[in-house]
Nanobody, 127 residues
Framework: QVQLVESGGGLVQAGGSLRLSCAAS????????MGWFRQAPGKERESVAV????????YYADSVKGRFTISRDNAKKTVYLQMNSLKPEDTAVYYC????????????????????WGQGTQVTVSS
């Protein structure tokens, strides 16, 4: 199991950018797919972006396609979420998560498919 710590959240105006980071500890980071999820007040947690163990495959929710980019640096055990052209509806707590299923080789978008979670970082986009 990996331990995850997110950073980089904050308050930004609509149209602005933020870069979230998720630092992992533990020896098995390389065998995990990594995902970013978000949860807005009163809404269910949803998948935003996912990346496989080597970055060979990625997934994006329709709502963020073309605006968000997920990447990972396995040497630094860190996964990133670059968020551009932010909208007020992107306001949420963003969570980093790790999935050990299939040794990280598959795209996983279900919350139940992730076994490690960070504490979350708040992103607020003002109009």
């Amino acid at each position: 199991q990996v331990q995850l710590v997110e950073s980089g959240g904050g308050l930004v105006q609509a149209g602005g950018s933020l870069r979230l980071s998720c630092a992992a500890s533990g020896r098995t980071f390389l065998t995990h797919a990594m995902g970013w999820f978000r949860q807005a007040p009163g809404k269910e947690r949803e998948s935003v972006a996912v990346i496989t163990w080597n970055g060979g495959s990625t997934y994006y929710a329709d709502s963020v396609k073309g605006r968000f980019t997920i990447s990972r640096d396995n040497a630094k055990k860190t996964v990133y979420l670059q968020m551009n052209s932010l909208k007020p509806e992107d306001t949420a707590v963003y969570y980093c998560a790790a999935s050990a299923l299939d040794s990280g080789r598959s795209i996983r978008i279900g919350i139940h498919e992730y076994n490690s979670w960070g504490q979350g970082t708040q992103v607020t986009v003002s109009s």
